[in-house]
Nanobody
């Protein structure tokens, strides 16, 4: 069992930066791939990034966002730079067992956090 808690969301001006954190409980954190998703008002939840044996990003954030993890701290991060108003959403941390497969669909992830709001003003 893995429990996830996100933090670091907030209000930022366009062009600014935020770093989201996701703290995980459980002794098997290092065995899980970790992903970030987001959901804007009125839109479906969408894939942002995943870190497994490699990192993969959605085209919309490539070059601006960076996912990383610290297994000693059971934490995964999402560094978000050059933020745009269209990045406004609730950001969710999620996990699935194993690191071989690269998964981008939310239904493939087993564990989810409660989400943290990111608002980018123009």
């Amino acid at each position: 069992q893995v429990q996830l808690v996100e933090s670091g969301g907030g209000l930022v001006q366009a062009g600014g930066s935020l770093r989201l954190s996701c703290a995980a409980s459980g002794r098997t954190f290092s065995a899980h791939a970790m992903g970030w998703f987001r959901q804007a008002p009125g839109k479906e939840r969408e894939f942002v990034a995943v870190i497994a044996w490699t990192t993969v990003y959605a085209d919309s954030v490539k070059g601006r966002f960076a996912i990383s993890r610290d297994d000693a701290k059971n934490t995964v991060y999402l560094q978000m730079n050059s933020l745009k108003p269209e990045d406004t959403a609730v950001y969710y941390c999620a996990a699935y067992s194993g690191k071989i497969n690269i998964l981008r669909n939310d239904y493939e992830y087993k564990y989810w956090g409660q989400g943290t709001q990111v608002t980018v003003s123009s």
